[in-house]
């Protein structure tokens, strides 16, 4: 009878066991880094056009044992000049060199000195720079972590 009830026994325990389900498991990091590094390039191209105008006239005589010939130094001011670069239009006035008056010298055989100069509006000077830099940037990141 004994064994008998040995077998009873185990048949007992078999149908009181319980269920166990699984846990998840995590990793649990101590310590660590991450490192992460971004590159950039940029290429810029540009034209810097400078454009010097003078918008007047400059007439300058000087001299000694000259002689004018008309009543005014001055030529007449109604020559009129229009001039575009590149989609600017400039108009301005200047002299008519073929109204001024005429020297001659006032004791031929002596001495003279004698100067004529014109400068007249317009562009007197352009300046063309083109240029191309490029631009590196490096960034670099390092994250650290502990637990």
Do not use: C, H
Not at 4 to 33: D, E, M
Not at 53 to 66: E, F, H, I, L
Not at 124 to 142: A, F
């Amino acid at each position: 009878m004994k064994r008998l009830l040995a077998i009873v026994v185990g048949v007992s325990a078999l149908a009181s066991a319980r269920t166990v389900n699984a846990v998840p498991v995590v990793p649990n990091f101590t310590q660590g880094s991450m490192t992460s590094n971004t590159e950039t390039t940029s290429t810029v191209t540009e034209t810097i056009n400078s454009m010097n105008y003078d918008t007047g006239y400059q007439y300058v005589v000087t001299g000694t044992n000259v002689n004018m010939d008309g009543t005014s130094l001055s030529p007449t001011a109604n020559l009129t000049t229009e001039n575009t670069i590149e989609g600017v239009t400039s108009t301005w006035t200047g002299l008519d060199l073929n109204t001024k008056p005429n020297f001659t010298v006032t004791s031929p055989g002596g001495s003279f000195q004698f100067t004529e100069s014109y400068s007249g509006p317009g562009l007197k000077t352009q300046t063309i720079i083109q240029r191309t830099t490029e631009i590196q940037s490096v960034t670099s990141t390092t994250s650290q972590f502990s637990n």
